[in-house]
């Protein structure tokens, strides 16, 4: 009888694990979820294919997917590589550790945005994520999740539609945030297979950055942000952020948690503690996210500023960490 042992990295709120599994003969890295994930796990599986050919390092390499209609799980399966999350580093790293980390993190993600995009759209159009974001934005208005305080922020974007709709689109990756990445056994950086690969502005991988490390990991947000745009001029990525992350602050997060209620399960209905704590954690970002850009009156978050992350940067720069 063939022994087969399992780790679990992690599990989000859906269900979908990431496991180490080994046997005497085989050791892969498994992404597995329940079957209601299964189209999500299709496409981090696809995600996959197109992005490690050209990143062999920092993309976990894709084996198989497995999907028999007759298991309650779906897996995609990948080959195996050493690793830990990096947020077990940042819980315990320095700051200027963090920075360094999170540097590493902007140049990889940086070249990800500069592979050629396929596929074009008619000149004068508005490209598929722009229409999606002004459904998005028109169903906003009559949504069950509309967050309180959300005037200023909407004034705010209202005025700079044209620009958000104009934003061009690349090969966005989804929610950058520290849990999207691992370090390999070599201190280089991996990007969690559980990707969601979409034609989409730049800003839609900072906005999760903004949203969730901006408070609990600045120096490391802030080391992404300096290593993506290294020393070109920041203005245009400042103003591109703030626009984004105000649609992503109301219409973006009510428009998650509007889909996650008609996906689930393929019943169309979550349960309702799952619905609440995807509540909670969609209001506290929206929050986070207008409080770091001052109700977007402002287009470079506070953390940034922060003078924690300039004795980060410092630091890091002094101990030749960069």
């Known amino acids: 009888m063939v022994s087969i042992r399992y780790k679990v990295f992690a599990q989000d709120f859906r269900g979908i694990s990431l496991l180490r599994l080994s046997s005497p003969a085989y050791a892969g890295i498994l992404l597995q979820g329940p079957r209601d994930q299964e189209h999500r796990l299709r496409k981090a599986f696809a995600a996959a294919l197109r992005l490690h050919p050209e990143f062999p390092e920092q993309i976990l390499k894709p084996v198989s997917f497995n999907a028999d209609p007759k298991a309650a799980t779906c897996s995609a399966l990948f080959e195996y590589r050493s690793f830990s999350l990096l947020t077990d580093y940042l819980r315990h790293a320095p700051g200027s550790g ?7 993190c902007g140049f990889f993600l940086r070249e990800v945005h500069a592979l050629p995009v396929r596929g074009r759209h008619k000149a004068g159009q508005l490209s598929p994520w722009a229409q999606q974001a002004r459904r998005s934005l028109e169903a906003y208005f009559a949504s069950p999740y509309r967050f309180a305080g959300d005037r200023l922020t909407l004034n705010s974007l209202q005025q ?14 989804g929610s950058v945030s520290a849990s999207a990445f691992l370090l390999s056994a070599q201190g280089g950086v991996l990007l969690h297979p559980l990707l969601a690969l979409q034609k989409a502005p730049a800003a839609r991988d900072f906005a999760p950055l903004c949203a969730c490390d901006g408070e609990s990991y600045p120096c490391f947000a802030a080391g992404l942000v300096d290593g993506y745009c290294g020393n070109q001029d920041k203005s245009r990525f400042w103003a591109m ?6 649609y992503y602050a109301t219409a973006g997060l009510a ?7 008609r996906g689930a399960g393929g019943s169309g209905k979550l349960s309702l503690k799952e619905l609440e704590f995807r509540i909670r954690a969609a209001e506290r970002q929206s929050l986070q996210l207008r409080e770091d850009f001052a109700d977007f009156t402002y287009p470079v978050p506070l953390w940034y500023q922060s003078a924690q992350v300039t004795k980060a940067r410092n630091e890091a720069r002094a101990l030749r960490l960069l």
């Open 98 to 104: 963090q920075y360094a980390a999170g540097r590493r």
């Open 160 to 173: 700079r539609l044209n620009f958000l709709f104009g934003l061009r689109p690349v090969y966005s990756v």
């Open 241 to 246: 952020l703030a626009v984004y992350c105000a």
């Open 255 to 261: 428009a998650r948690l509007e889909r996650a209620q």
